[in-house]
């Protein structure tokens, strides 16, 4: 938890981003040395200079296909386009196994969410055990809302860790997710999912209520609450054919902001920016502050962010796996 000396960005407005990057970059270097690692999962495609990623090594899974009842204002089922379909279990099995035997090292397990806000989970559940038991495939798990059973079922398959986004404002969750749900759903969602002892990785979006900061803060307060095992960074992007294809993201500043916000409340927790964020040149300066900031990772960087690092004599290194695994090079 954080001290009650340090200094946090809701109460210390007054404070520059270059002192507060200074102070949060001191601090992550302090605790975790002057070390970046960079991830590259195959579902989004990277290769320059400094790496290629395989394209088969980890894929991302939608259990929903292309349906989600909720059709947020961000997304409206879009992202779910570029995964792999496998609305059955039957269908889930033979694509798991499909990409184990091509060699994948890991999968996202991801999907629509029902109009309570979870996602559909437990028909499936069957076939991670199964597949859990005959490879080492990774898998990370969205799963929105959860109950008791859920988070228990993961816990027990051994999934790498559960993804859950977590919002810290009720006019968000209504006006931008649709969902009847409050802010101390989540609280009650994280709680569940900390019980269960699975790798609990949340996740706060900057900007997602139409490119405004409302509620980034209380998110993290409310993470704060847990002994999560990392926490995930992303930012709105504006996709075309959504309600926010016209919106202005926030700004790199505003998610340096949160980045190191994070740090301050979470000093002992990996940090990561994530691979949801607007494109260059707005990644650019983004991935840069987030360097400055001392964050632990990075999804799918910059080559100038890398050339950053290298720049502050940092120890680099690179994974195929997603960003939520970096609690495994940080225990």
Same mark, same amino acid.
């Given at each position: 938890?954080?001290?009650?000396n340090d200094?946090?960005? @809701?109460?210390?407005?007054?404070?520059?981003?270059?002192?507060?990057?200074?102070?949060?970059?001191?601090?992550?270097?302090?605790?975790?040395?002057?070390?970046i690692?960079?991830?590259?999962?195959?579902?989004?495609?990277?290769?320059?200079?400094?790496?290629?990623?395989?394209?088969?090594a980890?894929?991302?899974?939608?259990?929903?296909?292309r349906?989600?009842?909720?059709?947020?204002?961000?997304?409206?089922?879009?992202?779910?386009?570029?995964?792999?379909?496998?609305?059955?279990?039957?269908?889930?099995?033979?694509?798991?196994r499909?990409?184990?035997?091509?060699?994948?090292?890991?999968?996202?397990?991801?999907?629509?969410?029902?109009?309570?806000g979870s996602?559909?989970?437990?028909?499936?559940?069957?076939?991670?055990?199964?597949?859990?038991?005959?490879?080492?495939l990774?898998?990370?798990?969205?799963?929105?809302?959860?109950?008791?059973?859920?988070?228990?079922?993961?816990?027990?398959?051994?999934?790498?860790?559960?993804?859950?986004?977590?919002?810290?404002?009720?006019a968000?969750?209504?006006?931008?997710?649709?969902?009847?749900?409050?802010?101390?759903?989540?609280d009650?969602?994280?709680?569940?999912?900390?019980?269960?002892?699975?790798?609990?990785?949340?996740?706060?979006?900057?900007?997602?209520?139409?490119?405004?900061?409302?509620?980034?803060?209380?998110?993290?307060?409310?993470i704060?609450?847990?002994?999560?095992?990392?926490?995930?960074?992303?930012?709105l992007?504006?996709?075309e054919?959504?309600?926010?294809?016209?919106?202005?993201?926030p700004?790199?500043?505003?998610?340096?902001?949160?980045?190191?916000?994070?740090?301050?409340?979470?000093?002992?927790?990996?940090l990561?920016?994530?691979?949801?964020r607007?494109?260059?040149?707005?990644?650019?300066?983004?991935?840069?502050?987030?360097?400055?900031s001392?964050? @632990?990772?990075?999804?799918?960087?910059?080559?100038?962010?890398?050339?950053?690092?290298?720049?502050?004599?940092?120890?680099?290194?690179?994974?195929?796996?997603?960003?939520s695994?970096?609690?495994?090079?940080?225990?």
């Amino acid at each position: 938890m954080k001290s009650m000396n340090d200094p946090c960005i @809701n109460d210390s407005t007054d404070i520059d981003l270059e002192t507060l990057l200074r102070l949060s970059r001191e601090r992550s270097w302090r605790r975790f040395g002057r070390r970046i690692k960079f991830y590259v999962p195959s579902f989004i495609r990277y290769e320059n200079e400094y790496y290629r990623c395989n394209p088969d090594a980890f894929p991302s899974i939608s259990i929903t296909g292309r349906h989600c009842a909720l059709r947020c204002s961000h997304c409206g089922g879009r992202i779910l386009e570029s995964m792999i379909p496998a609305p059955t279990p039957k269908r889930l099995a033979k694509v798991l196994r499909d990409i184990v035997r091509r060699g994948a090292v890991g999968c996202l397990i991801s999907g629509g969410c029902l109009p309570d806000g979870s996602v559909p989970l437990g028909n499936f559940l069957d076939v991670l055990a199964e597949v859990r038991k005959e490879s080492s495939l990774k898998m990370a798990v969205h799963t929105g809302f959860v109950d008791e059973n859920i988070a228990g079922r993961l816990a027990e398959i051994g999934v790498d860790a559960a993804l859950i986004d977590v919002i810290g404002s009720t006019a968000t969750i209504r006006e931008v997710y649709h969902l009847d749900a409050s802010v101390e759903d989540y609280d009650r969602s994280l709680q569940t999912l900390h019980q269960s002892g699975v790798p609990l990785v949340p996740h706060v979006v900057v900007g997602l209520h139409y490119g405004e900061l409302r509620g980034e803060f209380n998110s993290l307060r409310i993470i704060a609450k847990y002994n999560v095992s990392a926490v995930v960074i992303v930012a709105l992007r504006p996709i075309e054919g959504t309600y926010m294809e016209d919106i202005s993201p926030p700004s790199p500043e505003d998610i340096a902001r949160i980045l190191v916000e994070a740090r301050l409340v979470l000093p002992d927790t990996p940090l990561v920016l994530g691979c949801a964020r607007p494109l260059p040149p707005h990644r650019i300066r983004t991935d840069a502050l987030a360097v400055e900031s001392g964050v @632990n990772g990075i999804a799918h960087p910059s080559r100038d962010a890398i050339k950053l690092a290298k720049a502050l004599d940092l120890s680099i290194s690179f994974s195929q796996l997603c960003c939520s695994q970096i609690y495994e090079d940080w225990v």
